[in-house]
């Protein structure tokens, strides 16, 4: 699997304060890569840093086998797909206009939605088990069905990289478990998934590689039973796991 978003070195920074240290690591296109750490980590930042939101202070980023310098702002829309964190709706609007606007970027200004585009918009409603929302305004669906509804519009986009961050948050177990099945069928067909996710047991069981970040740097990488190693859970998280038989790592105490 080749690298579709790779990072090289990348430093980045609020005003003085360092948040990336030199973070080399890169995601694939057909795997669905995992990125865990305690919060201040740098998961959210690295993120941003891909999108273009957040500048590099040291580095090279590169998307698709092109440095970033080299992508415009429509260019990058419709390559990354992105789920930022904690995103919720309480606007007055129909469910299916908000995913809808996952398909800005492949229209002209003020373009009508195509045929091809209310396809998109459809079939993203029925992966994420949210179609029979399409009618109902934003602010009249509880916090787990906007989180659907946002991550159709995520999907809508069909960009080869996809970015959540922590998508799983307000989704009762089921549809989190479905949400990762999503993911990994966006994987199927290609595309690059990077997720950043607080629950180690859903991050070991679902992803194909998992990046371990702890103050600003890879602690660790590769498949989630070497990435989540006795050590790195000790060191980076402070706890003790236990690890039942397909792989999950179940946190069962702190140190």
Not at 8 to 20: I, W
Not at 207 to 229: F, K, T, Y
């Amino acid at each position: 699997m080749s690298a579709a978003l790779a990072f090289d070195g990348v430093c980045a920074a609020y005003g003085a304060r360092p948040v990336l240290r030199a973070v080399s690591t890169a995601f694939a296109r057909g795997a669905v890569t995992g990125i865990v750490g305690p919060n201040g980590a740098g998961k959210t930042t690295l993120l941003r840093v891909a999108l273009g939101l957040m500048p590099m202070t040291a580095g090279a980023l590169r998307i698709l086998d092109r440095p970033l310098a080299q992508w415009s702002r429509e260019g990058l829309a419709r390559a990354i797909a992105y789920l930022p964190q904690g995103s919720d709706a309480h606007w007055p609007v129909l469910a299916r206009q908000l995913v809808s606007l996952g398909r800005l970027p492949h229209r002209a200004a003020f373009a009508p939605l195509s045929v091809e585009d209310g396809q998109a918009v459809d079939a993203a409603l029925i992966r994420c088990d949210a179609l029979q929302f399409a009618q109902r305004r934003m602010d009249e669906l509880s916090a787990g069905e906007r989180a659907r509804v946002l991550f159709a519009r995520a999907l809508a986009t069909a960009a080869p990289i996809l970015l959540a961050d922590e998508p799983a948050a307000y989704l009762d177990p089921a549809h989190q478990l479905r949400l990762m099945d999503l993911l990994r069928e966006e994987a199927a067909r290609g595309t690059a998934v990077a997720v950043t996710l607080h629950d180690l047991a859903l991050a070991s069981r679902s992803c194909d590689e998992i990046v371990v970040l702890h103050e600003g740097r890879v602690a660790a990488g590769g498949a989630p039973g070497a990435a989540l190693s006795d050590t790195a859970l000790a060191e980076v998280f402070g706890i003790v796991a236990q690890r039942t038989a397909d792989g999950a790592v179940v946190p069962s105490r702190r140190l």
